[in-house]
Nanobody, 126 residues
Framework: QVQLVESGGGLVQAGGSLRLSCVAS????????MAWFRQAPGKEREFVAA???????SYTDSVKGRFTISRDNGKNTVDLQMNNLKPEDTAVYYC????????????????????WGQGTQVTVSS
């Protein structure tokens, strides 16, 4: 069974940066489609960014130009570099995987992913 463990959350002032990391178990990480979602208090979980098996990426509009998702298949990790953070970025951030991700199908919904981490809190103060 694949497991995902996130790290790197914390408290930062507006305009600052954080780097989230997610490490996945399993021997077929290079086949997984990976993504980050977030959930703010009182709101539904929303898509943030995704990276496909071939390195293709996608971002929600509100983070374009500020966040960068990347993967290292040798280390079984996917990172989310977050720059110029805003108070509205405050949320619990979740790493997600589709372990049968060896295709180019669009994956922007929670239902597109079958494995989830426990989440890491990101708080941006104004």
């Amino acid at each position: 069974q694949v497991q995902l463990v996130e790290s790197g959350g914390g408290l930062v002032q507006a305009g600052g940066s954080l780097r989230l990391s997610c490490v996945a178990s399993g021997r077929a990480f290079s086949r997984y489609a990976m993504a980050w979602f977030r959930q703010a208090p009182g709101k539904e979980r929303e898509f943030v960014a995704a990276v496909w098996w071939n390195g293709k990426t996608s971002y929600t509009d509100s983070v374009k130009g500020r966040f960068t998702i990347s993967r290292d298949n040798g280390k079984n990790t996917v990172d989310l570099q977050m720059n110029n953070l805003k108070p509205e970025d405050t949320a619990v951030y979740y790493c997600a995987a589709d372990i049968e991700g060896l295709d180019n199908r669009l994956r922007l919904r929670q239902a597109d992913y079958d494995t989830w981490g426990q989440g890491t809190q990101v708080t941006v103060s104004s």
